[in-house]
């Protein structure tokens, strides 16, 4: 188990998502604990199904703190605890103590400290240190600080340096990167990947950018992160006149693709640079640096082969050395070349993970040992025999919950989990398909708000079934009220409640009723879509606020069953199927005929554009209480000889590789099933930019993300895909391979049949 203080950008919180999912789960079994918020790249974890949770305390609620730290550490039962921060290494420490857990390892990743009195820190680790088994860390420049600073044994330190993967990284996507950024391709680029906070000097880099730009009139200084100094950096770039050569691009997610778009790459910190991982990734993608020579800059940048060192806190040696490189393009070449070559024979991803495996092993007193699935999912139940898992709907109608539910059942392993459907009022019009997959599907025919016949016919039903664990959907209410109160009273172990929206409070509403919200303390979990929408109930709505509202929140991402990647036959199976022609520019939309997906935006965008672009041709997947207006609108923009209403469609997997663009105008999301699935097809997204859409869709990666009711930019951002083919085959193209890696509905079954193999256990 590893605890840190949360996942947001920094290289250290890059190394946790990078080692944990790629340890040998044939000998380790992982977990990660926050104890803060979760960070920016908390779903990463997630999506590699690494089970992770955050504690969200602050630094002034240790005590609560310690007390989710042991609790999660009962459960997870860890053999080695690992800690990286100030407090994770304190808290974690002690609540490893506490929880029986038999080692303790430390991992630094810094080489000095930055302010503060260090006065409590050294009594901890004194008093620490004969319950702390190791002290890891990343640079051999780090043993003076850890030995004469921290006071740690030299005999327990053990440096392992970090690693990147160099097959993620290429370094001859300069064109592809630049336009990333909206870089002119000819212009020369310095660039650094840092947070913006003081030790990491932007100044200097900016004092020599001045003294570059007179030689290189037309520079760019690209300045990648974000943190506290960010306004401070762009008033000094304003008083040194660099205000239209220094680009401010904020963090972003995708640093491997954009860091060909440099020329050079520097890093210009004063203290406390101990293996930076950006220095890494740059070195990965073949491009030469400049750095400070500081902490263990040395030991990674071999000065005059694969860049230069310079003195801290020299703006003029700094200058001089950027110079040098941008004057000389061959020079550049072969230094990024021989930085990529070296990362390659050190400092690669799998070697860092081996080293690491090695040590913890040591650390937990055990040999590898080939074949053991100690990773395996647990016995599933004392008993024997499958989970018996019981979801409650009011019905069953054709949407996004409900098509997940469906696949979800069919990717179950029957040896795990026996799902079944309880439907509080009718059946619905997907009963059938759960019925014929073989699932069981039981009506209570309830006839009206108060009927008292509902709860009881509930509870024999979860009684006669023996059921272990009841799932209800935020959006059927009655479900809501109805399931946890019956399956406590019917004494079944676990009750979980699934949450697939946000951003309601846009429209006057909410994803959970108060009352909802008040009782979630008597749920065993709730199970979200994204970190995101964790965020937003938390934040809006008020889950969590006090100990009875609390619950354990999961993210388990959606999945759909992934198609063959379409080719040419299937898609002009597709658009015969749809009634296009061969020259027509389809654009689709699927989803319920409501007033929460505000199709009136995109019928108005595609009115705009159809003067311009006449083979323009909307299709509309759907049915619902606003078709009759639908269509009248249709008409009344004049595109109604140029739009198909298609209803509610089974065969929406073979349609879509008809279309050129998919469509979703909503007002609010969750993370919908018809952008994944369009995805999966190879086909270009716009989207409104609502709920958790900018968890699945990146703008100008997948497709693009317009402002909620902007039919300006929908039309604009139609009128581009509409008119360039080969920007909609790079779109479609990145959309399916995210599809492939992040959204398989056999992973959203597994991480389902663990979490309720964990619950149903320890109840």
Not at 1 to 13: K, S
Not at 578 to 588: M, P
Not at 645 to 664: A, I, K, Q, Y
Request: glycine share 10%; hydrophobic share 45%; aromatic share 4%.
């Amino acid at each position: 188990m590893y605890v840190v203080p949360d996942l947001g950008t920094g290289g250290a919180e890059r190394h946790v998502t990078t080692l944990m999912p790629r340890l040998d789960p044939a000998q380790f079994t992982c977990s990660v604990v926050c104890i803060g918020a979760e960070g920016a790249l908390f779903g990463d974890l997630v999506n590699a199904g690494i089970p992770a949770v955050a504690l969200r305390r602050t630094k002034w609620q240790a005590l609560a703190a310690l007390a989710g730290l042991v609790r999660e550490m009962r459960r997870r039962r860890p053999d080695v605890v690992l800690v990286r921060g100030y407090n994770a290494e304190m808290l974690g420490r002690i609540a490893a103590i506490l929880a029986g857990v038999p080692h303790r390892v430390v991992w630094v990743h810094n080489c000095g400290d930055v302010g503060g009195d260090m006065r409590v820190r050294r009594l901890a680790d004194r008093l620490l240190d004969r319950r702390t088994d190791a002290y890891f860390g990343v640079a051999r420049a780090q043993a003076r600080y850890l030995v004469e600073n921290r006071g740690y044994p030299a005999r327990k330190i053990r440096i392992i340096h970090n690693g990147v993967d160099p097959a993620g990284y290429q370094p001859a996507d300069e064109q592809r990167a630049r336009a990333l950024l909206g870089i002119d391709p000819e212009r020369p680029v310095v660039g650094i990947v840092a947070a913006l906070r003081p030790e990491k000097d932007h100044a200097l880099l900016l004092q020599a950018a001045r003294r570059l730009v007179d030689e290189f009139p037309d520079l760019t200084v690209l300045v990648v992160g974000d943190g506290p100094m960010r306004s401070r950096i762009e008033q000094a770039a304003a008083e040194l006149g660099l205000a239209d050569h220094v680009l401010l691009v904020g963090a972003r997610s995708d640093v491997p693709d954009i860091l060909p778009a440099l020329t050079v790459f520097t890093l210009c910190s004063y203290t406390i640079e101990c293996f930076p991982m950006a220095l890494l990734e740059a070195m990965a993608s073949g491009r030469p640096a400049v750095c400070t020579d500081v902490g263990g800059v040395g030991e990674m940048l071999d000065d005059g082969i694969t860049g230069y060192l310079v003195p801290p806190h020299d703006p003029v040696a700094l200058a001089d050395r950027l110079a040098e490189l941008l004057r000389d393009r061959q020079l550049c070449q072969r230094m990024g070349g021989a930085a990529r070559a070296r990362v390659h024979r050190e400092f690669g991803l799998d070697a860092s993970v081996d080293a690491a495996a090695r040590e913890l092993t040591a650390v937990a007193g055990v040999a590898p040992r080939p074949g053991d699935r100690s990773g395996s999912l647990p016995e599933r139940r004392p008993s024997g025999g499958p989970i018996r898992l019981t979801v409650v709907l009011d019905l069953t109608f054709v949407g996004g919950v409900e098509m997940l539910l469906r696949n979800l059942f069919r990717h179950f392993d029957p040896a795990v989990l026996r799902p079944r459907l309880v439907c509080l009022r009718e059946a619905g019009p997907l009963a059938d398909d759960f019925r014929a997959a073989g699932f069981e599907v039981e009506t209570l025919d309830r006839t009206g708000r108060f009927d008292l016949r509902t709860l009881p016919r509930l509870v024999a039903s979860l009684r006669a079934d023996r059921t272990d664990a009841v799932l209800v959907a935020h959006h059927h209410r009655a479900s809501l009220a109805l399931g946890r109160l019956a399956a406590m009273i019917a004494r079944v172990p676990v009750n979980i409640v699934a949450a697939h929206d946000m951003d309601l409070m846009s429209v006057g509403g909410r994803v959970l009723p108060r009352w909802a919200v008040r009782t979630l303390g008597v749920s065993d979990a709730l199970v979200l879509l994204t970190a995101s929408q964790g965020e937003y109930l938390r934040s809006q709505e008020g889950v969590g606020r006090h100990v009875w509202e609390s619950v354990r929140e999961v993210v388990i991402p959606n999945g759909i069953e992934l198609p063959d990647c379409p080719g040419p036959a299937e898609r002009e199976r597709a658009r015969e199927a749809l009634g296009v022609t061969a020259d027509d520019v389809v654009v689709g939309v699927v989803g319920r005929l409501s007033p929460q997906k505000a199709h009136h935006i995109l019928f108005e965008a595609i009115a705009r554009c159809l003067p311009d672009m006449p083979s323009l041709r909307l299709v509309v997947i759907g049915d619902g209480k606003l078709g009759p207006k639908l269509h009248s609108l249709a008409e009344q923009l004049g595109i109604g000889h140029r739009t198909t209403f298609l209803g509610t469609r089974r065969d929406v997997p073979l349609l879509l590789p008809g279309l050129d663009v998919s469509c979703l105008s909503s007002v609010h999301e969750g993370v919908p099933i018809a952008l994944i699935e369009a995805m999966a097809a190879g086909v270009p997204i716009v989207a409104s930019d609502c709920g958790a859409v900018r968890d699945i869709v990146d703008d100008g990666e997948q497709g693009y993300l317009v402002p909620i009711g902007d039919v300006d930019r929908f039309a604009d951002r139609l009128r581009l895909l509409a008119g360039d083919p080969d920007l909609r085959a790079r779109l479609g193209k990145a959309g399916r391979a995210r599809a492939e890696r992040e959204f398989n509905i056999k992973r959203t079954a597994r991480a389902y049949e663990e979490l309720l193999t964990e619950l149903v256990l320890r109840a």
